[in-house]
């Protein structure tokens, strides 16, 4: 690998078309209990994740000159103060990656014991919406993140009243429609095959990028589809002439869903795909929200189709990771 590789495209490259998109949800998880007083076993299990969390991740990403997006989720400080969200953006902005705003709307109430169905922020209206943003933002700039423009709500769940309210907020970009997970509670009102970017309520929408499964289809994230078929992706949306590739991963999903060991199947394709990205750099250039601004609007959406071999490799992994790697302890 060229250690001497910028994460900065050299101006004699001519602009590649296709851009990737790495978006990495940061956030703490919630954990009810008597000792919901105390933020370091949240912090160590989700965002340190059993040694493979977001240090490790930006070590990867640097060791690769790759950028990657951290959509960061400041409302865990709604219950533990400012400090664990200011522990979560010093490392990411010290990395010279990017941060822009996560939302999971269970953390204001998390003290009185919110449901699970008030967790999405797609049931709240247009006023409370707006007023949920509002607050996460003051937060994350509080927290010492420079003032966002793209937003991707916890759970996707987002609707058209979201992107309103963005658009008021003077927000750019948001990434929250997922097909997979529409119409519920990826609720936006935009076809469920939309993956190109396209203008909707104000804001720009850059939605994630899906693949067609049987009648269905599966979006691209690092713990739900293989190597192979996030590489063919990326090919085909090159093919395609598609502006943007839009991977999802958490700051967690390479370990275990406990937090206390690595997934080694997640980690090696999270490696794997990095190690791709930087050789095919030319080709498929990673990109930060706030270099988006000559963004094509008008591509339609095609999706890869399914292919039999990649989705029985995929199945092959998902068995290992589920039975042997959830179960390292």
């Given at each position: 690998?060229?250690?001497?590789?910028?994460?900065t495209?050299?101006?004699?490259d001519?602009?590649?078309?296709t851009r990737?998109?790495?978006?990495?949800?940061?956030?703490?998880?919630?954990?009810?209990?008597?000792?919901?007083?105390?933020?370091?076993?949240?912090?160590?299990?989700?965002?340190?994740?059993?040694?493979?969390?977001?240090?490790?991740?930006?070590?990867?990403?640097?060791?690769?000159?790759?950028k990657?997006c951290?959509?960061?989720?400041?409302?865990?400080?709604?219950?533990?103060?400012?400090e664990?969200?200011?522990?979560?953006i010093?490392?990411?902005?010290?990395?010279?990656?990017?941060?822009?705003?996560?939302?999971?709307?269970?953390?204001?109430?998390?003290?009185d014991?919110?449901?699970?169905?008030?967790?999405?922020?797609?049931r709240?209206?247009?006023?409370?919406?707006?007023?949920?943003?509002?607050?996460?933002?003051?937060?994350?700039?509080?927290?010492?993140?420079?003032?966002?423009?793209?937003?991707r709500?916890?759970?996707?769940?987002?609707?058209?009243d979201?992107?309103s309210?963005?658009?008021?907020?003077?927000?750019?970009?948001?990434?929250?429609?997922?097909?997979?997970?529409?119409?519920?509670?990826?609720a936006?009102?935009?076809?469920?095959?939309?993956?190109n970017?396209?203008?909707?309520?104000?804001v720009?929408?850059?939605?994630?990028?899906?693949?067609?499964?049987?009648?269905?289809?599966?979006?691209l994230?690092?713990?739900?589809?293989?190597?192979?078929?996030?590489?063919?992706?990326i090919?085909?949306a090159?093919?395609?002439?598609?502006?943007?590739?839009?991977?999802?991963?958490?700051?967690?999903?390479?370990?275990?869903?406990?937090?206390?060991?690595?997934?080694?199947?997640?980690?090696?394709?999270f490696?794997?795909?990095?190690?791709?990205?930087?050789?095919?750099?030319?080709?498929?250039?990673?990109?930060?929200?706030?270099?988006?601004?000559?963004?094509?609007?008008?591509?339609p959406?095609?999706?890869l189709?399914?292919?039999?071999?990649?989705?029985?490799?995929?199945?092959?992994?998902?068995?290992?990771?589920?039975?042997?790697?959830?179960?390292?302890?």
């Open positions: 690998m060229d250690t001497e590789t910028s994460l495209t050299s101006v004699t001519p602009p590649a078309e990737v998109l790495l978006t990495i949800d940061t956030e703490l998880t919630w954990r009810p209990g008597p000792d919901w007083e105390h933020w370091e076993t949240a912090y160590e299990r989700s965002y340190e994740a059993a040694g493979v969390g977001v240090r490790y991740q930006l070590r990867v990403l640097a060791q690769y000159a790759l990657a951290f959509f960061v989720d400041p409302m865990p400080a709604c219950v533990y103060g400012i664990p969200i200011r522990r979560m010093e490392p990411i902005m010290e990395a010279g990656q990017e941060v822009q705003l996560h939302l999971h709307p269970l953390w204001v109430g998390a003290r014991g919110q449901t699970r169905s008030e967790r999405q922020l797609a709240y209206d247009a006023v409370a919406q707006r007023d949920l943003i509002q607050r996460a933002r003051d937060l994350l700039v509080e927290a010492g993140a420079p003032e966002p423009i793209a937003f709500a916890g759970n996707y769940s987002a609707n058209d979201t992107l309210a963005l658009a008021e907020l003077g927000f750019r970009y948001d990434s929250s429609h997922n097909g997979h997970q529409h119409p519920w509670p990826s936006i009102g935009l076809p469920r095959d939309q993956i970017p396209v203008v909707h309520r104000g720009t929408e850059v939605p994630v990028t899906l693949i067609t499964e049987g009648r269905g289809s599966r979006h994230q690092i713990c739900a589809v293989s190597l192979g078929e996030i590489k063919a992706a090919e085909h090159g093919a395609q002439h598609q502006p943007v590739v839009n991977i999802v991963t958490h700051s967690f999903e390479l370990a275990n869903r406990a937090g206390t060991a690595p997934n080694k199947i997640h980690v090696k394709r490696e794997d795909l990095c190690a791709f990205l930087s050789k095919e750099r030319k080709r498929f250039p990673t990109a930060f929200f706030t270099e988006l601004d000559a963004l094509p609007l008008d591509k959406s095609v999706l189709p399914s292919a039999g071999l990649r989705r029985m490799g995929r199945l092959i992994e998902q068995i290992w990771s589920n039975q042997i790697e959830e179960r390292t302890s």
